[in-house]
């Protein structure tokens, strides 16, 4: 009787075994999509980040002022600055401009484009004249992600 007994109890561990096993690889194979690649997401923010950073290091025509970008903001050349901030986006990445004074809202300038992706947007904030100028770039990867 015992050796029936301990039939049965092997038995029932080698289903439960095999239960636990099948259980386990269906979920393995269930396929989760992974998440988009943050390398993409970060070569687009220095992007922007360098484009920006870029007119900021210009120096201004006549000298008065910060840089090239502060001198545009100054003169009301707002096509300007997102033009010059546009051209020097790395190869393969397109971006929109938009800029703000103050509080008020923000409106698009220099070349505008439709993204054929998702955007990252960067930011920067200048002074000029005691006005605050918000600089927004939407920047997308030309190619799509």
């Known amino acids: 009787m015992k050796d029936d007994e301990a039939q049965v109890h092997v038995l029932e561990m080698l ?6 096993f099948m259980s386990a690889t269906f979920i393995i194979r269930i ?3 992974d998440s988009p690649s943050i390398a993409l997401d970060n070569s687009l923010v220095v992007s922007g980040e360098d484009a ?4 900021l290091g210009l120096e201004s025509t006549n000298g008065t002022y910060a840089s090239l970008i502060h001198e545009y903001l100054a003169e009301d050349d707002l096509d300007g600055v997102c033009n010059l901030i546009q051209d020097k ?4 990445t397109e971006a929109n401009c938009h800029l703000a004074r103050n509080a008020q809202s923000a409106s698009a300038y220099g070349a505008i484009g439709t993204p054929n992706s998702g955007t ?4 920067r904030m200048v002074v000029v004249n005691g006005d605050l100028w ?4 939407d920047v997308w990867s030309r190619g799509g992600i």
Do not use: D
Request: glycine share 8%; hydrophobic share 55%.
């Open 134 to 137: 918000t600089l927004s770039l």
């Open 31 to 33: 396929h989760i999509p």
């Open 120 to 123: 990252i947007v960067v930011h």
């Open 52 to 55: 920006i950073r870029y007119g």
């Open 89 to 92: 986006l790395s190869a393969g």
């Open 15 to 20: 289903t439960l075994f095999w239960l636990f």
